[in-house]
């Protein structure tokens, strides 16, 4: 089954303590990204790839960190996490550049405390 | 600079009514794609449609429709005869694929259907 998948779906943490929210898709997409959701600002785009070791920054991208050394993978990192991190966060991957249609996993929620 | 408008915030409606959620976009491209996404209570982001920009036909999706009108920037979404299960938060969203295939989200519109 062609799918997303985001771990870990939910988590808390405390201020300052380094977490990855981990990203795999197994379509062979080369495009991947992170979006974040608050409340009153929809979904708003951290980081994206366009393919392997190729990032760039999205609307967003201050207190976070990508990577992406394998194709199906795109880690979100968060080196140290504060309390305004606190969001659902959406991975999301499209075949190429300018392909129609992402992609999105099942989001993780992430309280930071 | 691109933008999505989504006038609505919440929407109240008693089932089996229509409901019609607006979306206004604004992008000086002549070519981008619109999108609508669903989300319901568990979270997840459910794609719904697709539309090129050099596409107005309207479509229809059983109980689902789309109304494209590039006169007016609007990207409407209509659900027929609406069923509880369509209680959810619908997104409308805006892309280039040429200027790095960022999504550009409206706020979304938080939809009720009362039983």
């Known amino acids: 089954e062609a799918q997303v998948t985001q771990n870990p779906r939910y988590l808390i943490t405390v201020t300052g303590k380094k977490l990855t929210v981990t990203c795999s898709q197994n379509?062979?997409?080369?495009?991947m990204s992170w979006y974040r959701q608050d409340p009153g600002l929809g979904l708003r785009q951290i980081y994206y790839s366009m393919n392997v070791e190729v990032t760039d920054k999205g609307d967003v991208p201050e207190g976070y960190k990508v990577s992406r050394k394998e194709k199906r993978n795109f880690p979100l990192i968060l080196e140290s996490p504060s309390p305004n991190q606190t969001s659902l966060y959406f991975c999301?991957?499209?075949?190429?550049?300018?392909?129609?249609?992402?992609?999105f996993g099942p989001g993780t929620r992430l309280l930071v405390l | 600079a691109q933008k999505v408008t989504q006038a609505q915030t919440e929407i109240s409606v008693v089932e089996k009514e229509d409901v019609t959620l607006d979306c206004v976009y604004e992008t000086r491209d002549t070519t981008y794609y619109l999108f609508w996404y669903k989300q319901p209570p568990s979270g997840e982001l459910v794609f719904l449609i697709r539309?090129?920009?050099?596409?107005?036909q309207n479509e229809i999706s059983g109980r689902y429709s789309w109304n494209f009108q590039k006169s007016t920037s609007s990207f409407n979404f209509t659900i027929t005869a609406s069923q509880v299960v369509d209680s959810a938060v619908y997104f409308c969203?805006?892309?280039?694929?040429?200027?790095?295939?960022?999504?550009?989200f409206g706020k979304g519109t938080r939809l009720h259907i009362l039983p």
């Open positions: 969203a805006l892309s280039d694929p040429n200027k790095d295939d960022k999504i550009i």
């Open positions: 539309r090129n920009s050099f596409d107005e």
């Open positions: 379509m062979n997409h080369e495009y």
């Open positions: 999301a991957s499209s075949l190429f550049r300018g392909d129609e249609t992402q992609y």
